[in-house]
């Protein structure tokens, strides 16, 4: 059996995936995030070990959190949970767990998934995309993860799109990050002078209802999201580009996002589907148990 954990800000959940990959039992813990580090660890063990209470036999663990690992220090970077930054997070689970553990980026984890048994199955190359929060990528290739020599394969969210755009978390300005995530999309709409604090659904909503400021914020948007998309197209041209994050639900990213890509694609025509997710939620869970292969 292969177990998978999704660490967030908020919640930590975990699944048992069997043999054929259907769900064998699902759990969810609040993340004792104020608790601070090793009560994180306590906490991932403790659901581990409620989950591995639930089958038979011997399992596997698989985490999925945001960040990375890096390559140099084994430590946990880019993490949006403060406290986890910086820590050797994979070997001190693998302590608190006393077996080995594998652990990815959500983004990797969410295009693993839907390269498995979701939206992207068929296909020989996939790009996986998070647009939520933040903006993250992940390529599998064959089936399996590409992760690259920093372990950034796919992590296209701070190219710089414009020199002149919005400050970044990374030190840079105008990442892609900054335009295409759901405070990038809100904070666009704000500067245009819509009103300020809104969600990005609530402004794609306002934008299908009429409202000319909102309209105009999204359809930027859309053009940014074709430029930034046809830089991956042009590097890696995949065979499918699957969408995922809250910002996957704006359904103009179907209708004409392609269009907007292929003003940008060094080809005469572009015809790459892009498609929403098929796992929604569960993608990062999912992936994270699937990061060890089916044990038959
Ligand atoms: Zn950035």
Same mark, same amino acid.
């Given at each position: 059996m292969r177990i998978g954990i999704d660490l967030g800000g908020t919640k930590t959940e975990g699944v048992v995936l069997g043999p054929d990959g259907e769900e064998l039992a699902r759990r969810r813990y609040r993340t004792p995030s104020a608790q601070g580090y090793e009560a994180i660890l306590q906490n991932i063990a403790s659901l581990v070990f409620e989950l591995a209470d639930t089958v038979t036999g011997d399992f596997t663990v698989g985490v999925c959190t945001p960040g990375a690992l890096s390559q140099s220090s084994g430590t946990l970077k880019?993490?949006?949970t403060g406290c986890m930054t910086g820590k050797p997070v +994979? +070997?001190? /689970?693998?302590?608190? /767990?006393?077996?080995?553990?594998? /652990?990815?980026n959500d983004a990797n984890c969410f295009a693993l998934a839907e390269a498995l048994d979701g939206a992207g199955q068929d296909a020989e190359c996939v790009f996986g995309i998070i647009m939520g929060?933040?903006? $993250? *990528?992940? !390529?599998? !290739? *064959?089936q399996r993860l590409l992760s690259g020599r920093h372990h950034i394969a796919g992590e296209w969210g701070h190219n710089i799109l414009e020199s002149d755009g919005p400050p970044c978390y990374c030190g840079r300005k105008g990442c892609v990050e900054t335009f295409l995530s759901g405070p990038g999309l809100a904070g666009d709409y704000a500067r245009r002078g819509g009103e300020d604090g809104l969600d990005a659904i609530e402004v794609a909503a306002r934008a299908t209802a009429g409202d000319p400021v909102a309209a105009t914020t999204l359809d930027s948007f859309l053009t940014r999201f074709g430029r930034a998309l046809a830089v991956i197209i042009n590097v890696l041209d995949p065979d499918v580009v699957i969408l995922g994050g809250g910002l996957s639900n704006i359904d103009r990213l179907y209708l004409d996002g392609p269009a907007r890509v292929a003003r940008h694609v060094f080809n005469e025509d572009f015809h790459t589907p892009i498609l929403q997710n098929q796992h929604g939620?569960?993608? $990062?869970?999912r992936g994270a148990a699937q990061l060890w292969p089916d044990p038959d």
């Open positions: 880019n993490s949006n +994979q +070997q001190d /689970l693998e302590r608190v /767990l006393d077996r080995p553990v594998r /652990l990815e929060t933040g903006v $993250g *990528g992940g !390529i599998t !290739i *064959g939620d569960s993608a $990062g869970v």
